[in-house]
């Protein structure tokens, strides 16, 4: 079983529509929760990082953590087509130390269609 | 805020050479980098681990005497890609830490690397 567990899609929906992409994951320790958007032949963009569990929003895209269900969500409002992109969910343990590293998702292609 | 560059974008080079792949963080100082690798519509995989002013560690696999990590500043690392054959071709992608705890990582824009 991997770490981070993410459905790679292909997802698509039409303009306007809310998305919502999600992401399992095993590993407890895991208190470090974020969200990278990257386009193709390009390196990710950090979204969203969240620390333990709840919602956090900025502008259309909310991010939503339970450690409870080891399940984090990232949804997007009144989605665009620049918008499509493949997005990452990741998640580490933190702290100071290198030893913290990041584990990514397989990523979700997402295509929003005008 | 919390630009890295990532220099060249892509690159083309014969078999046998070596390749050398600039990452710098231009606004803040990055005590660690990261070197990734990319396979198409796959995701990221760790290949090292950079702190300035020491040796890089490496994930299980991954070639040492292959790819040299230097770390020379807070500012900058720099990955060679030493004696490339075709199976080294990939996307690489590294990212940088800013100083302070649990600081996120922020990726540069990768270089793509083609070895004929």
Redesign the interface.
């Given at each position: 079983q991997k770490e981070v567990e993410q459905d790679p899609g292909p997802l698509s929906v039409p303009e306007g529509a809310i998305v919502s992409l999600n992401c399992t994951y095993s590993n407890s320790a895991f208190q470090y929760f974020m969200w990278y958007r990257q386009y193709s032949r390009k390196g990710p963009e950090l979204l969203m990082y969240t620390y333990s569990s709840g919602n956090k929003e900025d502008g259309r895209f909310t991010a939503q953590v339970d450690k409870s269900s080891k399940y984090i969500s990232l949804f997007i409002r009144d989605s665009q087509p620049s918008d499509s992109a493949t997005y990452l969910c990741a998640m580490s343990g933190g702290g100071y130390s290198s030893a913290s590293k990041i584990i990514f998702g397989s990523g979700t292609r997402l295509s929003i269609r005008p | 805020g919390?630009v890295?560059s990532?220099h060249p974008s892509w690159v083309i080079c014969k078999s046998g050479t070596s390749v050398k792949i600039e990452c710098r963080s231009l606004d803040f100082q990055a005590t660690?980098m990261?070197w990734y690798r990319q396979f198409p519509?796959?995701?990221?995989m760790?290949m090292a681990?950079s702190?300035e002013g020491s040796k890089a560690?490496y994930e299980q696999g991954v070639e040492k005497d292959k790819f040299l990590i230097n770390h020379a500043s807070l500012t900058l690392s720099t990955l060679t890609v030493t004696s490339a054959h075709p199976e080294d071709s990939s996307?690489y992608?590294c990212?940088a830490r800013d100083k302070g705890?649990?600081q996120?990582?922020?990726?540069?824009?990768?270089t793509?690397l083609s070895i004929l």
């Open positions: - | 919390a890295v990532q660690t990261f519509k796959q995701s990221l760790l681990t702190n560690t996307f992608i990212s705890y649990n996120p990582q922020h990726f540069g824009d990768g793509r």
